[in-house]
């Protein structure tokens, strides 16, 4: 798996921020189940040529009777002066059911990482987790089960409670998550901070969705047995109340690249 390279979690952990969350007056909406598709341009190359990033990055996040489903694609294509060129891809499918007291539920989860049309990465299963703890049970690259440990969130269930703390006044969250990596379950710590911009350019689609209140949080992974080691991966994201994304950064291991909102559609809610 290329470094750092999990596009999909700042929209599980900012785009769905607002899932489930109870009314209050600093949370006015709920998330707006959507599509999106975002523009790509680099924000820094890890190398010490001069380069450019282009592509695109595609969300699709539907409300279901019981939780949320949430598949991304990304492709990015990174091109040096000195003539060198790379064409990253990733696709992640998620499906995450909640249970009404948010104590336990399930997780579906599918990754794939390809760089240059090769396939590099395809990781695939089920985990389920509760106030003890949980399980997953991997079918790809091998079939395998671990545990998760106590106090354990799955990405949707987790940022809906680090939202709560976040705006009950805490700067600073942590959290333990698994998010279907085959490295286990992750330390993650959420932050508040900077000024959240609007974009900066058109919107097409439904442009009606860009309004509310904004939020930037940087959100960042460690591993559990190194809590103060440099972070896995870290994003920065700016947000709507209403769970829309307009900006963020994404770490693809080869070069960190900036997204920024182009189109939007919003999806129908379930009919349960």
């Known amino acids: 798996m290329l470094r750092g390279m999990k596009p999909w979690l700042p929209f599980l952990r900012a785009a769905l921020l607002l899932a489930t969350v109870a009314p209050s007056p600093a949370i006015a909406a709920d998330l707006v189940p959507h599509e999106a598709r975002y523009d790509l341009s680099l924000l820094e190359l890890r190398s010490a040529d001069k380069g450019s990033a282009s592509g695109l990055f595609l969300v699709r996040i539907e409300r279901t009777c019981d939780g949320w489903t949430h598949a991304s694609e990304l492709q990015v294509k990174l091109e040096t002066e000195s003539g060198g060129?790379?064409?990253?891809?990733?696709?992640?499918t998620f499906r995450e059911t909640i249970a009404e007291d948010g104590a336990a539920g399930t997780l579906d989860f599918r990754q794939q990482q390809m760089l240059n049309n090769s396939p590099i990465s395809d990781v695939r299963g089920e985990a389920t987790?509760?106030?003890?703890?949980?399980?997953?049970?991997?079918?790809?690259?091998?079939?395998?089960?671990?545990?998760?440990?106590?106090?354990?969130?799955?990405?949707?269930?987790?940022?809906?409670?680090?939202?709560?703390?976040?705006?009950?006044?805490?700067?600073?969250?942590?959290?333990?998550?698994?998010?279907?990596?085959?490295?286990?379950?992750?330390?993650?710590?959420?932050?508040?901070?900077?000024?959240?911009?609007?974009?900066?350019?058109?919107?097409?689609?439904?442009?009606?969705?860009?309004?509310?209140?904004?939020?930037?949080?940087?959100?960042?992974?460690?591993?559990?047995?190194?809590?103060?080691?440099?972070?896995?991966?870290?994003?920065?994201?700016?947000?709507?109340?209403?769970g829309v994304t307009v900006r963020l950064s994404i770490d693809v291991g080869l070069a960190l690249v900036d997204a920024e909102l182009r189109a939007i559609r919003r999806l129908p809610e379930p009919e349960c």
């Open 129 to 242: 987790r509760g106030p003890e703890g949980g399980t997953v049970r991997y079918s790809k690259p091998a079939r395998r089960q671990a545990k998760l440990p106590p106090g354990v969130e799955f990405p949707t269930s987790g940022w809906i409670e680090s939202l709560r703390r976040l705006y009950d006044g805490e700067r600073l969250v942590r959290q333990t998550i698994f998010d279907g990596g085959e490295e286990g379950a992750l330390l993650a710590v959420d932050l508040i901070a900077g000024t959240p911009e609007p974009p900066d350019g058109p919107v097409r689609g439904d442009a009606g969705l860009l309004s509310g209140e904004m939020l930037r949080t940087v959100t960042a992974f460690y591993p559990l047995d190194e809590p103060d080691s440099e972070p896995m991966t870290s994003y920065v994201s700016d947000l709507y109340d209403n």
């Open 85 to 92: 060129s790379s064409v990253l891809q990733s696709r992640s």
